[in-house]
T-cell receptor, first 113, second 112 residues
């Protein structure tokens, strides 16, 4: 069965722009979580969606948002990009919640210039 | 490939030896713990998990040990192979916030 798919793999944006990243979870998985990974801060939880509802949220500013569609596919959006938003954005899917085995995608490498 | 962390602690192990990677977790209320492996250019890959009602769990070539008294988690890899080279993350969850919190990671380097 297909794994977690994230698109695009690489993205370059300029400061002030906005960006939308996409994640297709494993078929049948209903929970999608997003993480930001940077060399300095490691892996940090952004938010989790389940059945089209945000179930949990990390400590990121409101510029970071997301949504989940009825087919469990999820998107995250970052508005008014800052240089510090440059990171690897990872999506993970699990059957029910984060406390069950999660499968990660390869990530989207976002570079803000 | 992707640089996961420029200043991660590194463990260098001879091929064929056993590796032990340690992790201190932060929340005494956490009751679910996971180890992930991240190879260059890839997302983290689930290795093994353990619930707080256990203190040891074994998988294929891997063993996770949990010491709740000192909030310590370890991952033991038997007969380390070149393919084990990666960054290893511990993560804790199941706490009141219901969030998964990742550790900073340890880079495992295999010596020939």
């Amino acid at each position: 069965k297909a794994g977690v798919t994230q698109t695009p793999r690489y993205l370059i944006k300029t400061r002030g722009q906005q960006v939308t990243l996409s994640c297709s979870p494993i078929s049948g998985h209903r929970s999608v979580s997003w993480y930001q990974q940077t060399p300095g801060q490691g892996l940090q939880f952004l938010f989790e969606y389940f059945s089209e509802t945000q179930r949990n949220k990390g400590n990121f500013p409101g510029r970071f948002s997301g949504r989940q569609f009825s087919n469990s596919r999820s998107e995250m959006n970052v508005s008014t990009l800052e240089l510090g938003d440059s990171a690897l954005y990872l999506c993970a899917s699990s059957l029910w919640d984060q406390n069950t085995e999660a499968f990660f995608g390869q990530g989207t490498r976002l570079t803000v210039v | 490939g992707e640089s996961v962390g420029l200043h991660l602690p590194t463990l260098s192990v001879q091929e064929g030896d056993n590796s032990i990677i340690n992790c201190a977790y932060s929340n005494s209320a956490s009751d679910y713990f996971i180890w992930y492996k991240q190879e260059s250019g890839k997302g983290p890959q689930f290795i093994i998990d353990i619930r707080s009602n256990m203190d040891k769990r074994q998988g294929q070539r891997v063993t996770v040990l949990l010491n709740k008294t000192v909030k310590h988690l370890s991952l033991q890899i038997a007969a380390t192979q070149p393919g084990d080279s990666a960054v290893y993350f511990c993560a804790e969850g199941g706490n009141r916030d219901d969030k998964i919190i990742f550790g900073k990671g340890t880079r495992l380097h295999i010596l020939p």
